[in-house]
């Protein structure tokens, strides 16, 4: 069961933040190939603020995010605190289209 206080990070954090990535490792250097994936996919959309945590560095968070978007992998993107998915659906949402269009909308509203 996730902890009250790291549920409310988590909240605070996809909350504050147009468009979140939880992964694993940084931007500078992605700990795994979904992580990078998922970064790729952001900067080709052209998400410039992105902010991102590294499940890696915290492992309440590392477990608490799995939980918190009832989710069993990483990375997780959120956008406008709203789960999206991870780094498969992140590639077809972009693909689509659909990924630039929220983003789009949520660069908009911030």
Known sequence: ???????QRIKEQVTAHPVVLYMKGTPQFPQCGFSALALQVLDACGVQDLFTVNVLADADIR??????AN???IPQLYVKG???GGSDIMREMYQSGELQRLIQEAKQQA
């Open 71 to 73: 989710w069993p992998t």
């Open 63 to 68: 477990q608490g995010i799995k939980e918190y």
């Open 1 to 7: 069961m996730i902890a009250m206080d790291i549920k």
């Open 82 to 84: 709203e789960f999206v």
